[in-house]
């Protein structure tokens, strides 16, 4: 990796993008090299700082142009129809990728995967230090309680998130799972309504919350006789995603190919 790390953010004026963008020029070794946005935003054209009032030099554009290709790594966290188009270009030109978009059909995780063998790649549904943490932590406690205990999953994000459950949410599902040998297509329950069967002990449940402007908080609740365990992250603020992202840019800058996600980036793989 070269001394400077030159990061192209795509939708530039999300929450997320100018979480990034401020992230990136506070930090010692990243650069913002390029702010992309969908050709219908208003921003088109304005500095990429405009949002908290620091000057960039760096204007939002709304297509790839030669400067994008001087970027070493690509951060996105738009929605998936927009991040396959962003990928065939990282993977055309050689550009690593960050990718914390979420909501992907089971067919487009693959194309993600297969544009691993040409580019190094960390996807990850949730960037946060923490949250990964609490995936291993997961894994480990499902391992000990899974034979005991009904495992339920709860999230809640603010209004406007449109995927449910959350990336995150299924992540956990995934670590419970992966760790009890079951599956969450055979045994996920993402909806209860009126008269139900009773609950079976290897159901792995889901709970979706919607409202106000919360970034996002995620339990794994172990409920046993005479006994719960809970394990909780929340989300303060993105700054936390925004820090991990740039982890993890780091991380894939040394990388030539390869799909990666957080617990790559941490060192949490055991």
Do not use: W
Not at 154 to 165: F, G, M, Q
């Amino acid at each position: 990796m070269n001394d400077t790390l030159n990061i192209l953010i795509v939708g530039a004026t999300g929450k997320m993008g100018q979480a990034l963008i401020q992230e990136i020029i506070s930090d010692k070794i990243t650069k913002l090299c390029g702010a992309m946005e969908h050709k219908d935003s208003s921003f088109i054209g304005q500095d990429a700082g405009h949002f908290f009032g620091v000057k960039t030099n760096i204007n939002i554009k709304d297509c790839f142009d030669d400067s994008s290709k001087a970027a070493d790594v690509l951060i996105d966290f738009t929605r998936p129809s927009a991040s396959l188009e962003y990928l065939a270009y990282c993977r055309n030109h050689k550009i690593k990728y960050v990718l914390g978009t979420t909501g992907f059909s089971e067919g487009e995780k693959e194309i993600i995967e297969d544009a691993s063998n040409d580019i190094s790649i960390c996807f990850a549904p949730n960037m946060s230090v923490g949250v990964n943490l609490l995936l291993s932590l997961t894994e480990m406690a499902t391992k000990v309680l899974h034979e005991d205990f009904d495992i339920e999953i709860i999230e809640t994000h603010h209004k406007d998130k449109v995927d449910a459950p959350s990336g995150t949410a299924l992540g956990l599902g995934q670590a419970v799972a992966s760790s009890s040998n079951r599956t969450l297509s055979e045994h996920g329950v993402f909806q209860r309504e009126g008269i139900m069967p009773p609950r079976q002990r290897t159901d792995i449940g889901f709970s979706t919350i919607r409202g106000g402007d919360v970034v996002g908080d995620h339990t794994v609740l172990y409920a046993g006789d005479g006994e719960r365990i809970e394990l909780t992250h929340k989300a303060g603020s993105r700054k936390t995603f925004a820090k991990g992202a740039l982890r993890a840019a780091k991380f894939i800058a040394t990388k030539t190919q390869g799909l990666f996600d957080m617990r790559d980036v941490l060192g949490l793989r055991g």
